[in-house]
C-alpha cells in the first residue's frame, strides 16, 4: 500500500513537472500552487510533499531553480540583454532577488556570471 502511495506522489509529481515545463510557468512571476492547480490538482496536504519529496525542494525553490537556469541560458544567448530584463523575463522582477538567489546558485553575480562564460 505505501508504496501505492509513493509512485502515486511521483505520477502527480511528474504530471505537474511537465505541465510546468510546457506551459513554461515558472517564468510567471506570479507562478503559484493555485496557478498550477489550474493545469494538475494536487491536493492541498500533499503538495509540498509532493514537491519536497520528488524534486528535494520546496515548491518555490523548485521553480525559482528552473528560473535560474533559464536566465544562465539567456545571460549567455542574449549578451545584449541587461540583467535587470533577463531577471524580469525569468519571473523574478525584484532585482535584489534575483541576485541573491542567482549567486547562491552559482557562486557569483550575473555580471560575473557572462563575463566568465561569453
Do not use: W
Not at 501505492?4 to 506570479?30: G, N, W
Amino acid at each position: 500500500k505505501l508504496k501505492l502511495l509513493i509512485m502515486s506522489d511521483e505520477v502527480l509529481f511528474k504530471r505537474a513537472e511537465k505541465v510546468i515545463k510546457s506551459h513554461k510557468l515558472y517564468l510567471r512571476s506570479d507562478m503559484s500552487r493555485k496557478l498550477l492547480d489550474k493545469y494538475v490538482h494536487i491536493p492541498k496536504n500533499k503538495f509540498a510533499t509532493v514537491f519536497r519529496e520528488q524534486s528535494g525542494f520546496s515548491f518555490p525553490s523548485y521553480i525559482n531553480d528552473m528560473r535560474l537556469d533559464h536566465a544562465a541560458s539567456m545571460l549567455l544567448s542574449h549578451p545584449s540583454h541587461t540583467i535587470e530584463s533577463v531577471a524580469i523575463d525569468c519571473g523574478l522582477p525584484i532585482q535584489q532577488t534575483f541576485y541573491r538567489l542567482f549567486k547562491a546558485k552559482f557562486g557569483m553575480t550575473p555580471t560575473e556570471f557572462r563575463a566568465a562564460n561569453l
